[in-house]
């Protein structure tokens, strides 16, 4: 039986053939990984069952090429390109997939995706002034706008223009003295049919 959290490593040659030699019997996760190059996505999906003296043949895989998505983020005002925004890339289900800032002039690219369908939010994560958005300039994940991505190819123009959010300030005082008092969390409820807005409780 192959000792627990033994790992085992080769490379493939010119053909793409590889081999295991002096593999104990057991069961092995065999996984692929172009460590080099990144040209191609890591993957671990073969469970193969070594038996002594015999070759476990024709565990192959098929390499795949990752896309990108790419794009500009500017703002309403002052107008103009928009940095430090944090560009989120996940799943329809929510599970993260990859993510970028847009730099100086506004560009980004989020690198080492599946081929698949995804959504795309914006966050001003650095000033946290301007209102987060989906693609293409949605308020909700559900009503986003699904952005698709294939094998070894960018997908463009995924762009966002980002609106500043309004403000509420004000002073916290206290009864006794009146003097300022430090340390209250202050909380804005948005009113909606599920939440009714009305008098102080």
Same mark, same amino acid.
Not at 31 to 45: E, G, K, M, N
Not at 55 to 82: D, H, Q
Not at 99 to 117: E, I, Q
């Given at each position: 039986?192959?000792?627990?959290?033994?790992?085992?490593?080769?490379?493939?040659?010119?053909?793409?053939?590889?081999?295991?030699?002096?593999?104990?019997?057991?069961?092995?996760?065999?996984?692929?990984?172009?460590?080099?190059?990144?040209?191609?996505?890591?993957?671990?999906?073969?469970?193969?069952?070594?038996?002594?003296?015999? %070759? @476990? $043949?024709?565990?192959?895989?098929? *390499?795949?090429?990752? +896309? #990108?998505? /790419? =794009?500009?983020?500017? !703002? &309403?005002?002052?107008?103009?390109?928009?940095?430090?925004?944090?560009?989120?890339?996940?799943?329809?289900?929510?599970?993260?997939?990859?993510?970028?800032?847009?730099?100086?002039?506004?560009?980004?690219?989020?690198?080492?995706?599946?081929?698949?369908?995804?959504?795309?939010?914006?966050?001003?994560?650095?000033?946290?002034?301007?209102?987060?958005?989906?693609?293409?300039?949605?308020?909700?994940?559900?009503?986003?706008?699904?952005?698709?991505?294939?094998?070894?190819? %960018? @997908? $463009?123009?995924?762009?966002?223009? *980002?609106?500043?959010? +309004? #403000?509420? /300030? =004000?002073?916290?005082? !206290? &009864?006794?003295?009146?003097?300022?008092?430090?340390?209250?969390?202050?909380?804005?409820?948005?009113?909606?049919?599920?939440?009714?807005?009305?008098?102080?409780?």
């Amino acid at each position: 039986i192959a000792p627990a959290f033994s790992t085992f490593s080769t490379k493939t040659n010119t053909h793409g053939e590889y081999a295991f030699d002096d593999i104990p019997g057991g069961s092995y996760t065999v996984s692929f990984s172009d460590c080099r190059r990144h040209a191609y996505l890591p993957t671990s999906s073969l469970f193969e069952t070594v038996v002594p003296g015999a %070759t @476990t $043949a024709n565990a192959n895989e098929t *390499m795949v090429k990752p +896309g #990108r998505i /790419s =794009g500009t983020v500017t !703002s &309403t005002s002052p107008g103009g390109p928009l940095s430090a925004v944090c560009v989120d890339v996940e799943t329809q289900g929510g599970i993260f997939a990859g993510y970028a800032d847009s730099g100086r002039t506004g560009t980004y690219t989020v690198k080492n995706l599946l081929p698949g369908s995804y959504v795309v939010e914006f966050l001003d994560c650095v000033r946290h002034s301007y209102l987060p958005q989906f693609y293409d300039g949605q308020t909700t994940m559900a009503a986003a706008n699904l952005v698709s991505i294939t094998s070894s190819t %960018t @997908t $463009a123009n995924i762009n966002a223009t *980002m609106a500043l959010g +309004g #403000r509420i /300030s =004000g002073r916290v005082t !206290s &009864t006794a003295g009146g003097g300022p008092v430090a340390g209250i969390n202050v909380n804005a409820l948005a009113c909606s049919p599920t939440f009714v807005c009305g008098p102080p409780y």
